[in-house]
């Protein structure tokens, strides 16, 4: 019994501790100070669920209970407090401080004040001031709920190395003097693509793991998808935010056939379709006509990747793939966010529409990059378009240079099986 209640709490937690947080965050203008008091309010709930039953509304419980801890907190700065205007703000901060009998419903509670401290909040774990490391533990302890050994184990890291990029994060926060507050006009823009890059690394992560045993890790994928329907309601006229959530759920649809019954990486061209999760992709279509429409003729960088995720998404058969089309809204992409990376996703798109000599001109023009000298996948589709082009000796050794550069097991066990096969 007790094993199924801490679970609840655990669920319960990871839905609702956004919101206390934030809405604590605005209160005490201190993110360190928040997520201690949120934390208060669950030890609160593990000791007095269990022997009281779990109430009706607990998210409720947890807010108010939260709320509680920090107006104690404020009373006690205001006796040990001296200077006037750190009382001023106390005490105003105590005026807009209730503690509501939260009847309404969780519909109604993400709209109005809770949506803005959520997106404050959003801004704040994702803000430029910190390293894209930082930022991505940050959000994954704040906005995912997850405990520090849940994301060290997520990123097979320690756990004492991610409580301190935690705690330096905050700390860092609080020495920026970094305002709690949704960016407008001109900051809007790059701000909103810090955010958006965050969740977009957490969910590649979970894609197609960097380090380890494992080719998925697809918790951090569902935690991605979370944060993104997450943003799509708070910030519904965004093009990118759809955008970002269309390329995740048609990205995620194919998870159940990219592996197989081994846990071997199973590639596009051999996926077995029939396996990919229609409600998913219909609800990346869904999100991708949206971002679409809002985005009208000036389609950002995630609006174009998930275009490119839908061609393959439409295409029942590999064979049937638009390449064509897949190589023009690369081309497109390059134009919007150039990258060598995206000039090497319109080799492989170029060569399957064109041959595999046309993609091979591309690459061989990146092959000096600085930027691409460890990066794996560069090697990989070099041996891929020799192997196809008959040049079989210089694939195997590319292959083999791929395999020495992937951080990841099953990836380098896939690179050597293509070396081995090049040689024969």
């Known amino acids: 019994m007790h094993a199924a209640l801490h679970e609840t709490i655990a669920t319960v937690w990871r839905l609702e501790s956004p919101a206390i947080v934030g809405a604590l965050m605005r209160l005490v203008r201190d993110l360190a100070v928040a997520e201690e008091l949120a934390q208060d309010a669950l030890v609160a709930a593990l000791e007095h669920w269990p022997a009281d039953g779990l109430p009706d509304k607990p998210g409720a419980w947890l807010m108010t209970t939260a709320k509680r801890r920090a107006l104690d907190h404020l009373r006690h700065r205001r006796l040990s407090e001296t200077r006037h205007g750190e009382l001023a703000a106390d005490l105003a901060a105590m005026e807009a401080l209730t503690v509501p009998d939260f009847s309404d419903t969780l519909d109604e509670r993400r709209a109005g004040s809770v949506a803005d401290d959520l997106l404050r909040l959003v801004f704040t774990a994702c803000h430029p001031v910190l390293t894209p490391d930082a930022r991505v533990a940050l959000t994954l302890r704040l906005l995912g709920g997850l ?11 320690a756990e004492p190395a991610i409580a301190q990029r935690i705690v330096r994060a905050k700390r860092r926060l609080a020495e920026a003097d970094v305002p709690y507050e949704v960016p407008r006009g001109a900051e809007l823009a790059p701000r909103l ?24 890790r697809p918790a951090l994928c569902m935690e991605a ?75 950002g960088p995630y609006v174009l990747q998930a275009a490119i995720a839908a061609c393959h998404a439409r295409a029942t058969r590999w064979a049937d793939t638009d390449w064509s089309r897949i190589a023009a809204l690369y081309g497109e992409l390059a134009q919007v966010a150039p990258s060598p990376v995206v000039e090497l996703n319109r080799a492989v798109a170029v060569a399957q529409a064109q041959g595999p000599a046309a993609g091979l001109a591309i690459v061989e023009g990146l092959l000096d990059h600085p930027a691409m000298a460890r990066y794996h996948w560069l090697p990989s589709v070099l041996g891929d378009l020799l192997f196809k082009l008959g040049r079989r000796a210089e694939a195997r050794e590319a292959f083999e240079r791929a395999a020495a550069l992937a951080g990841n097991e099953r990836e380098r066990e896939l690179l050597l099986a293509r070396a081995h096969e090049a040689q024969g």
């Open 225 to 299: 998808l979370r944060l993104g329907r997450m943003l799509a309601e708070l910030a519904p006229t965004e093009p990118e935010v759809a955008g970002l959530l269309a390329l995740m759920e048609l990205q995620a649809s194919r998870t159940a056939a990219r592996t197989d019954a081994q846990g071997q990486p199973v590639l596009l061209a051999e996926q077995d379709r029939t396996r990919w999760d229609r409600l998913l992709i219909r609800r990346g279509l869904a999100a991708l006509a949206r971002g679409e429409q809002l985005a009208g003729a000036t389609r």
């Open 147 to 157: 405990s520090t050994q849940e994301i060290a184990r997520a990123f097979l890291a």
């Open 193 to 216: 693509a810090s955010v958006l890059e965050v969740v977009y690394l957490i969910f590649n992560e979970g894609y197609t793991a960097t380090s380890g045993a494992d080719w998925m």
